[in-house]
């Protein structure tokens, strides 16, 4: 087995030693988990949780794009918000991405996430 990291400027850079954007392995790319920061600015985006869904929406895909793939070929996603009042909310923006066959999923609350932010998403896919 093979395994390369993904490095892309265009989503929130990793921390040096810790972990990586994202891992190609035997044709899937496995993203670690995006929250909504911002690349450039490397803090939180302002907003709420629709909004912080939206931008980790987009940090995913842009380190799908530098993989190779996209958020179209996702087949596994995992959501973790520190409120599960927040999840029809987050559903609200959900559901507008990956077309009509939608990836497995699960969505837990969990206590805190980084940055004591609201959500955090993660996902798996194939490459193009």
């Known amino acids: 087995m093979s395994k390369k990291a ?9 921390l040096p030693g810790i972990y990586s954007q994202a891992i190609v392995a035997n044709g899937f790319v ?10 450039k600015t490397m803090k939180l985006i302002d907003g709420d949780i629709q909004a912080h869904t939206h931008q980790c929406i987009k940090n995913l895909g842009a380190i799908l794009d530098a993989a190779g793939s ?15 009042d927040d999840f ?12 009509d066959v939608k990836p497995a999923r699960t969505c837990v609350a969990v206590k805190t996430l980084p940055l004591n932010t609201d959500v955090e998403i993660k996902c798996v896919a194939v490459l193009k």
């Open 6 to 14: 993904i490095v892309t400027e265009n989503a929130p850079k990793a």
């Open 30 to 39: 496995y993203c670690s988990g995006c929250v909504p920061m911002d690349a």
């Open 88 to 99: 029809a909310k987050m559903n609200e923006i959900y559901t507008q991405y990956w077309g």
């Open 70 to 84: 996209s958020l179209d070929h996702v087949v596994e996603v995992n959501v973790f918000l520190a409120d599960m």
